[in-house]
């Protein structure tokens, strides 16, 4: 079973009076995006940035075979959305949004708003295979690329930019938080048995702190002299599979000129030995900078899929 995880970047449709140039782009991302996750041969595969249902939909329909789909109901103010297609059946779909008891609400700008929910909702799903039930969490943590009162990508001053950077940093470890508390409730103490994969576009990269709460227990990372060795945490521990992504393609982004790993697969225990293959594409992300607007209108995401198969037999 391929499983991966793909920031589809702003997967909106055109405007009913859009003109014939919006269309066309539209179409060539849709092909675009299929011909990727055909390429990759993909059986789940978790997204982000996606719109209008529809334009799921849309999407779903380009690709070959018969696919299922779930998406959430959570969208941010931007509308986007995550999700999933799937050539398996999707069950036990469930929405991540609020907060776990004992964390409090987080200010989000400077008028003092408090959110106490994911500002775009995570969501679970299930499926089969092999025999084998499989719960799969999809998240998009809050963005380091940072908006400004006003729309603005570009600070006033240094100290807009911190407390704005601070903002984003108190949601996305909160949603982290949040959608590692999820987790926990899935595996209940039984990582061993239970098959758990946590993937998304975390924006974050693997020993970011607010990556590392998703893990749960500290120790027996892939590649630490620990990893063999049983112990208590393996019970409620994820492991991130980054470590078996080929090093020269171990990122996801590109942020002006430099590769970023940030979209992530983490697996329980009962499946941290079944990974057989990890990697990213198959084409690299192109280079970003902190203005999203330059990229109206292009085909390919500005991320990369990541997937990892794994030996479910």
């Not at 595969?45 to 209008?52: K, M």
């Not at 059946?89 to 929910?117: H, K, N």
């Not at 001053?157 to 950077?165: I, K, P, S, T, W």
């Not at 048995?193 to 500290?218: F, S, Y």
Request: glycine share 10%.
């Amino acid at each position: 079973m391929v499983v991966g995880t793909w920031n589809l970047e702003n997967l909106f449709r055109p405007a009913a009076d859009a003109d014939g140039d919006v269309v066309q782009a539209y179409e060539d991302k849709l092909a675009n995006l299929a011909g990727v996750i055909g390429d990759v041969d993909v059986d789940v595969l978790a997204v982000q940035e996606v719109g209008e249902p529809e334009a799921l939909e849309d999407l779903r329909g380009r690709l070959d075979g018969e696919w299922h789909s779930a998406l959430s109901q959570f969208p941010d103010g931007r509308g986007i959305r995550v999700g999933f297609l799937s050539r398996l059946e999707l069950s036990d779909v469930d929405d991540v949004r609020e907060f776990p008891d004992g964390l409090e609400a987080v200010q989000v700008d400077d008028d003092g708003e408090l959110l106490a929910e994911m500002g775009r909702g995570a969501l679970r799903v299930r499926v089969t295979h092999m025999d084998s039930d499989v719960d799969l969490v999809t998240c998009h943590l809050k963005s380091k690329l940072l908006t400004f009162p006003g729309g603005r990508f570009v600070p006033r001053d240094e100290g807009e930019r911190a407390r704005f950077g601070g903002y984003a940093l108190y949601r996305r470890a909160s949603e982290a938080v949040t959608v590692r508390a999820y987790a926990s409730e899935l595996l209940d103490g039984q990582g061993q048995q239970r098959a758990v994969i946590v993937l998304g576009d975390l924006n974050d990269e693997p020993p970011a702190a607010t990556t590392q709460i998703l893990l749960g227990p500290p120790g027996s990372e892939i590649g630490s002299p620990g990893f063999d060795r049983p112990d208590g945490g393996d019970a409620s521990r994820l492991w991130n599979i980054a470590p078996l992504i080929p090093e020269q393609r171990r990122f996801s982004r590109r942020f002006r000129g430099r590769g970023e790993l940030i979209d992530h697969v983490l697996v329980s225990h009962a499946l941290v030995d079944r990974v057989e293959q990890a990697d990213t594409g198959p084409a690299e992300p192109p280079s970003i900078t902190e203005d999203p607007t330059e990229r109206r209108a292009q085909p390919a995401s500005d991320h990369a899929l990541v997937w990892a198969r794994f030996d479910l037999a």
